[in-house]
Every structure is written in C-alpha cells, then in structure tokens.
C-alpha cells in the first residue's frame, strides 16, 4: 500500500522523552503497536543509528553474532520492537557498563510485561521508561483536528488513520487481524481465532462494565481461567486496560473487581459494527463508548505528562457509584461523565453525595459532550475538551 507523505503530529510525551535521555544511558518507548513509538524516536533523534527488529534479517544477524551485530549498530541508536528480541538487553547492559554516557540507546517494544521484565533483570536503573498511547484529542487539537463528539469516537487516536485520512471501520478491524491476532498467536497457542474474536467483541460490547470472567466464558464457549489469560494478553499489549476500584475504609461494602476499558474507542466502534460517525449518537451504548472515551482520555494525558495513572472508580453494594476517580498526590477528584449535549443538575447529584461521603475529596468534576459552564453549585461543569487540564 502507498504510505504517502505523512504528515508528523507534534507529540505531548516528548517533553519526558527529551528528558530522560538527558539522565539515562538507555530510554525505552512502550505502547501498543502503531501508536507512534517509531515515527517519533526517528524525529526526535534524527541524527541515531536505527534497527528494526520485526525484520527477520536482522533478528538473524543480531542471533548469529550478538556483539558483531553492536559493533555495527553503535550508540547512538534506536532498536525498535525490541520484545522480539529479548536478549539484545543483556548484551546491551555490558555496553552502558562500559561508556555509561546519556543518551546512548532508544528502545521501543509494544508488549508490556515481557518487555518490562527484561529491562528490569538486564538495565536496573539504566533505562527511562516513557509510555506512548496512541494520539489523545489534546494532540490532534493542536495539529488543528477540530471533531464532533461522535467523530472522537469512530476515528480514535491511532496516528495512521489520521495521517492517511484511513476509514476507521476497516482500519481498526485490520489493525486487530494484522497485530493483535498475530500477537496473541504469538505469545499463546489460541487455536480457535473465532471464539478469540467473539471474546473481544464481547468485551466491547461490556466496556465499562464490572468485569465477569464466568460470565464471558460461558458466552465465549472457553473456561474462565482463559478468559482471565486472554484479558491480561490484551493488558500486555497495551490494547484494554482495567479500572480498579477506589476504596478507603468507608465503612461500607465496595465492589472489589475492575472495569475494562480500551486504550481505542476506534477499535471499540469498530469491534460493535459501527460504521461511520452517524451511527455512533444513535447506538444504545453511546453512553459506555463515550465513558471509556474520556477514561481513555485522562490514562493518556496522565501518562503523557509522566504521571503514574492513579485511576480508579468507586462502587458500593447500593449501587452508588462514581465513573472515575482520579487521585492526585492522595486527594480523590471525582469525576462524572455523561454523553449527552445539554448541562442538567441532576448529572452531579452523584458528585455531591461523594464529597459528603468522603470529605476529604476534592474538584468534583462533570465532563459531558456541551460547554464548560465553570462552577456550578460546587462542581466543575467541563467539556471533554478540558480534559488535558484536569491536572497540571
């Protein structure tokens, strides 16, 4: 297929990359595939050396003659999709013990776990870890990508449908066929791709909901510990990611199982049939999408701003819940999000039983799809184009 000129979207974790290259001799870029890793470590280091390790070629070379192989790709260099590769980091450890200068190595991988553990056993305190997410509305605003609510959800944030004006319908479900399904063919033998599919169309069509392993392996057709096995796969691949629940000691009963969310709501449209952005306002689950949507949008602004997530929900046995709960220096900031248009009071009842039930909490928040409103009796009334100044 004809790339054409892509054109380049300025990227908010930059500030954090540039940074950590100054104090560290390796820097490592996870997120999940396409999310732009790759096309920023070439623009922000034009100057490095630069190895793709998803060609067979140079995994063979690389296995043949390990320190030939780095001899030939000296610092400065970038070595991308590093988690094909896992023992390049070990290698790479006796050359930082040698030079130990910053700045040495960029290394990018989209597989979470496995990549995280073998920096950790080979590059301790060597490696600046940035996580990358595909690109939040924050980013699109400023490259000038002004979009309806509706056109935020079908069209996502993976870079490549921006930059090759794609149809996200087709692009995200090749996207899930072309990296997820390989991937996972990769990491565990799944032998049946179809019950694999019905599991993660599944699981957007419950998006945001307390997540039931028995439940969705007796629609699946697979045990429960599969099912478990499958959801931490698309942890690892950075493709969902869980809500856990927010408790204290309030003295009430609280829920104790996550929500899953997708990193993409492109691909959550996608996965329930959606196509085009008409479709979306008029689908029953527009309130979900739009949830995990601005869920979405808080993990990658906090991320991208080098803060751990800290995001959680709140639930109680009564059923009194908040959708998310964002702890900033161990202060809760509740948040309700609502899809609809217009402002009504009645969308922050929640927000105030919260602050009367946890009185240390702060900045109850509504963010909807109409205006910001400011304060409004207490609450702060946002448009989910606030969402990047939710935390400085």
């Given at each position: 297929?004809?790339?054409?000129?892509?054109?380049?979207?300025?990227?908010?974790?930059?500030?954090?990359?540039?940074?950590?290259?100054?104090?560290?001799?390796?820097?490592?870029?996870?997120?999940?595939?396409?999310?732009?890793?790759?096309?920023?470590?070439?623009?922000?280091?034009?100057?490095?050396?630069?190895?793709?390790?998803?060609?067979?070629?140079?995994?063979?070379?690389?296995?043949?003659?390990?320190?030939?192989?780095?001899?030939?790709?000296?610092?400065?260099?970038?070595?991308?999709?590093?988690?094909?590769?896992?023992?390049?980091?070990?290698?790479?450890?006796?050359?930082?013990?040698?030079?130990?200068?910053?700045?040495m190595y960029i290394l990018t991988g989209s597989r979470q776990m496995e990549l995280q553990e073998t920096i950790t056993q080979s590059l301790a305190g060597r490696s600046g870890m940035v996580d990358l997410l595909p690109l939040s509305q924050h980013e699109l605003q400023k490259a000038g990508r002004v979009q309806s609510r509706d056109e935020k959800l079908f069209y996502g944030g993976l870079p490549r449908v921006h930059a090759q004006k794609l149809k996200p319908a087709r692009a995200y479900m090749d996207y899930l066929r072309t990296y997820v399904e390989r991937d996972v063919r990769r990491i565990i033998n799944v032998r049946n791709v179809s019950a694999f599919e019905t599991f993660i169309r599944l699981l957007a069509s419950r998006v945001g909901q307390i997540v039931n392993y028995s439940s969705l392996a007796g629609d699946v057709g697979v045990s429960a510990t599969t099912i478990k096995e499958w959801v931490s796969l698309l942890e690892a691949s950075y493709i969902v990611f869980p809500l856990h629940p927010y408790y204290k000691n309030y003295g009430k009963r609280l829920i104790k199982s996550p929500k899953i969310y997708f990193t993409e709501t492109g691909l959550v449209t996608a996965l329930l049939g959606i196509k085009s952005e008409e479709m979306v306002g008029r689908d029953p689950l527009i309130g979900c999408i739009y949830e995990n949507y601005v869920i979405s949008e808080c993990l990658k602004n906090r991320l991208n701003k080098g803060f751990s997530p800290d995001l959680y929900f709140f639930r109680d046995s009564n059923g009194f819940e908040i959708d998310l709960i964002l702890e900033h220096q161990r202060v809760p900031l509740p948040i309700e999000i609502k899809s609809a248009y217009t402002y009504n009071p009645d969308m922050c009842k929640n927000l105030r039983m919260f602050a009367e039930l946890v009185p240390e909490s702060k900045s109850p928040t509504l963010i909807y799809a109409g205006k910001s409103m400011g304060v409004q009796r207490g609450v702060n009334v946002l448009t989910d184009d606030d969402i990047h100044s939710l935390v400085e």
């Open positions: 297929m004809g790339m054409g000129r892509r054109e380049f979207i300025e990227r908010d974790a930059s500030a954090q990359i540039l940074e950590a290259v100054e104090m560290y001799p390796v820097v490592t870029l996870c997120g999940p595939r396409q999310s732009g890793k790759t096309t920023l470590a070439r623009h922000l280091f034009p100057g490095y050396d630069y190895v793709s390790l998803e060609d067979p070629d140079e995994r063979m070379a690389f296995e043949h003659d390990p320190r030939g192989f780095l001899q030939q790709h000296a610092a400065p260099c970038i070595f991308d999709e590093v988690q094909n590769t896992p023992e390049l980091t070990s290698y790479l450890q006796g050359m930082v013990d040698k030079e130990d200068r910053p700045g």
